[in-house]
């Protein structure tokens, strides 16, 4: 069982977001659950966590977390890769090509991408070994 329930990440558009996300985690195996009409997006990977797109409670535009990202695990590097051309395929920008990081360990493939609302996101696959 994980030991986090959810993950909230602010959006200024609904929409957007939505495909954005519903491409980006599909990647990764995530589906968007069944919500009632007008109800924010949610997506789930099999269970918890569950990662909930909101626009902030406040009023105020949403805005991400310097030094902050979420990370998911992936399945392969292809659905490393996918995630990664997938996020530029819907509005989203690089911050880092899919490829070996072995500063952060021997098998250690992964690709960071920011939302178009500038969420830092990352897909990690873990299972290779180095080529």
């Keep these: ?28 195996g995530f589906s968007r659950l069944p919500k009632p009409p007008g ?3 949610a997506y789930e990977n099999g269970g918890m966590p569950t990662i909930y797109l909101y626009p902030p409670e406040d009023g105020r535009p949403a805005t991400w977390g310097n030094g ?7 399945p392969s590097r ?15 920008r690089s911050e880092g090509s899919p490829g070996p990081r072995p500063h ?17 996101l990352q897909a990690v696959y873990y299972g290779d070994t180095p080529e």
């Excluded at 558009?13 to 990764?28: C, E, H, M, W």
């Design 1 to 28: 069982m994980s030991v986090i329930s959810h993950i909230t990440l602010g959006t200024n558009n609904i929409d957007r977001s939505s495909r954005f996300y519903d491409a980006v985690l599909g990647a990764l």
């Design 39 to 41: 109800k924010p997006p």
């Design 68 to 74: 902050t990202h979420v990370a998911f695990v992936a």
């Design 78 to 92: 292809e659905a490393v890769q996918r995630f990664h051309a997938l996020a530029l395929e819907h509005g989203g």
């Design 104 to 120: 952060y360990g021997d098998n250690y493939y992964a690709a960071y991408v920011r939302d178009p609302d500038g969420n830092k």
